[in-house]
């Protein structure tokens, strides 16, 4: 019994474990301590990492038009996901990790 649930824990952290390590380490440091604590459950409806189906939308709409709202904040998400030190750069890197995983 053990081992399954050990298993089922594993296959679904190993996506992001895999998506997490080919991030760049600014991209991680960022996303570690501004993002992780809501997108990596979907906390307050966030989009979680690399959820295909949470960032479907997303996909087709101008990273610029994202970053906007991510600059305004949006939902329950605070202005910059309380990134006040991302640049526009830095933000638009943590889109595409999100949405991507580039």
Same mark, same amino acid.
């Given at each position: $019994?053990?081992?399954?649930?050990?298993?089922?824990?594993?296959?679904?952290?190993? +996506?992001v474990l895999?998506?997490?390590?080919? &991030?760049? +380490? /600014?991209? /991680?440091?960022?996303?570690?301590?501004?993002? &992780? &604590?809501?997108?990596?459950?979907?906390?307050?409806?966030?989009?979680?990492? %690399?959820? /295909?189906?949470d960032w /479907?939308? *997303?996909?087709?709409? =101008?990273?610029? =038009?994202?970053?906007?709202?991510?600059? %305004?904040?949006?939902?329950? $998400? +605070?202005? @910059?996901?309380?990134?006040?030190?991302? @640049?526009? =750069? =830095?933000?638009?890197?943590?889109? *595409?990790? $999100? *949405?991507?995983?580039?």
């Open positions: $019994m053990a081992l399954r649930i050990h298993t089922f824990g594993l296959t679904l952290l190993l +996506p895999v998506n997490f390590c080919g &991030a760049p +380490p /600014k991209v /991680k440091q960022h996303y570690a301590q501004h993002c &992780a &604590a809501c997108h990596d459950i979907g906390a307050g409806g966030a989009p979680t990492l %690399k959820a /295909k189906t /479907k939308i *997303r996909r087709n709409q =101008d990273p610029q =038009d994202i970053l906007r709202a991510v600059r %305004k904040g949006f939902v329950g $998400m +605070p202005p @910059s996901g309380r990134c006040t030190n991302c @640049s526009d =750069d =830095d933000l638009l890197a943590l889109i *595409r990790f $999100m *949405r991507d995983g580039v």
